[in-house]
Every structure is written in structure tokens, then in C-alpha cells.
Nanobody, 128 residues
Framework: QVQLVESGGGLVQAGGSLRLSCAASGRTFSWYAMGWFRQAPGKEREFVAAIRWSADITYYADSVKGRFTISRDNAKNTVFLQMSSLKPEDTAVYYC?????????????????????WGPGTLVTVSS
């Protein structure tokens, strides 16, 4: 089992940057697929980015492609989301998610139901 805790959220002006971190407990973190999702007020949770356990393949929502970068440090049991050129529409609670790895088609990584474990979330507010 994995426990996840996000950090790094806060208030930033449009055009600014933030780096979110997700610290995971458990000795087998390196075998987990990891994802970031977000939920804005009054909206459904949406996919942001994901990374395979091997870190060789990443996935991004079209809305963040070219602005956000997902990465992981398996030695530190941490996954990161570097966010740049932030926009007011990026304002949301950001959640980290994990799933024990297997051989799955890339399309699975985009759906919230694919992930077994979730963190409590961290709020990102982008002011205009």
C-alpha cells in the first residue's frame, strides 16, 4: 500500500511557476505508475500528467503540454510536477495518484479510475 502527500501549492501570478511534489510512503514506489490530476471549483477532476514507473514515458493533457513537466525521483520516493507559464484557468486542487505498475496501454493513464491511491491534494491559485 502507498500513502501520498502533496506539497508545493500556493498563490502565484499568471505567467509564474510552481513545482509540486508528491511524497510517497512504501518501499516499492519505483514500481508504481504516478499521475497528477486537478479539480477546479464546480468542475470534475481532470487528468494533468502521468509517468510510467520507468520514467521513460510521460503523458500530458493538451491544456498543459509544453508548460508542465512531470518527473520522478525513485530514490526519494517523490514525483514532481513543474508548472510554468501558469494561467488563471490552472487554478485548482492538484492531486497525486498512484497505481502498481503493469503492462497497460497508455490510454489507461489518463483516467482517474486507473489509479488506486490518492493524496489529499494541494491548492494552486493563479491570479490574473
Amino acid at each position: 500500500q502507498v500513502q501520498l502527500v502533496e506539497s508545493g501549492g500556493g498563490l502565484v501570478q499568471a505567467g509564474g511557476s510552481l513545482r509540486l511534489s508528491c511524497a510517497a510512503s512504501g518501499r516499492t514506489f519505483s514500481w508504481y505508475a504516478m499521475g497528477w490530476f486537478r479539480q477546479a471549483p464546480g468542475k470534475e477532476r481532470e487528468f494533468v500528467a502521468a509517468i510510467r514507473w520507468s520514467a521513460d514515458i510521460t503523458y500530458y493533457a493538451d491544456s498543459v503540454k509544453g508548460r508542465f513537466t512531470i518527473s520522478r525521483d525513485n530514490a526519494k520516493n517523490t514525483v514532481f510536477l513543474q508548472m510554468s507559464s501558469l494561467k488563471p484557468e490552472d487554478t485548482a486542487v492538484y492531486y497525486c495518484a498512484a497505481r502498481p505498475s503493469g503492462y497497460y496501454s497508455g490510454s489507461f493513464y489518463y483516467t482517474a479510475s486507473f489509479y488506486n491511491y490518492w493524496g489529499p491534494g494541494t491548492l494552486v491559485t493563479v491570479s490574473s
